[in-house]
């Protein structure tokens, strides 16, 4: 859609402790429209960490986020830092918000079923990436993998943040006589 309000980029890149052998990097487009509804795109593939930082790149370069989420649990900050460090270079310029999840992975997908109940998300069509994350998201919990829907909860959740922010600085901008 044209008219989004509210744009996100989310990576998860399936690096921490926990990451599965052959577990994919999650990078999350969602986009918001006036009415609230969301749609989603899902980029998941193997990739090593020069590919992750370059896909990025990419990403911000055509999505044009208002807010890049990039978990930072262990290491992974660091590859927060390397993707900044590089859109800067590159004049992409992508404004990166660290993302430390404490809480256990499955309540956190968990917290997307009222907006699938709703039929709140939309799904890109015809694209693989997205294709693996509805397929994730239909076989949670059981499923081998759940980088997808980790990445999509992520990226649900720091859009609620970013708006509630922006409603926020509003509000505050508002003066009386």
């Known amino acids: 859609p044209r008219d989004l309000t509210c744009r996100v980029l989310f990576l998860d890149p399936s690096k921490g402790k926990d990451a599965k052998h052959g577990d994919y990097s999650a990078i999350i487009r969602l986009g918001r429209c006036r009415d609230g509804q969301l749609w989603c795109e899902a980029d998941l593939a193997r990739r090593h960490t020069p590919i992750i930082v ?66 709140n998300i939309r799904f890109k069509a015809d694209s ?35 708006i509630d922010g922006m409603q926020a600085e509003q509000r505050e901008t508002v003066y009386t006589a």
């Not at 994730?136 to 859009?159: C, N, S, V």
């Open 54 to 119: 370059a896909d990025m790149l990419e990403h911000g370069r055509l999505f044009r986020p208002d807010i890049v989420g990039v978990e930072i649990n262990q290491f992974q900050e660091l590859l927060a830092d390397d993707i900044a460090a590089q859109s800067a270079a590159k004049g992409v310029m992508l404004p990166i918000v660290g993302v430390d999840n404490h809480v256990n992975k499955f309540v956190r997908i968990r917290r997307i079923g009222p907006y699938l109940a709703r039929r």
């Open 128 to 162: 693989p990436g997205t294709e693996l994350l509805v397929q994730q998201l239909q076989e949670f919990p059981e499923a081998e993998h759940d980088d997808g829907p980790d990445a999509l909860e992520g990226a649900i959740r720091i859009m609620g943040e970013y």
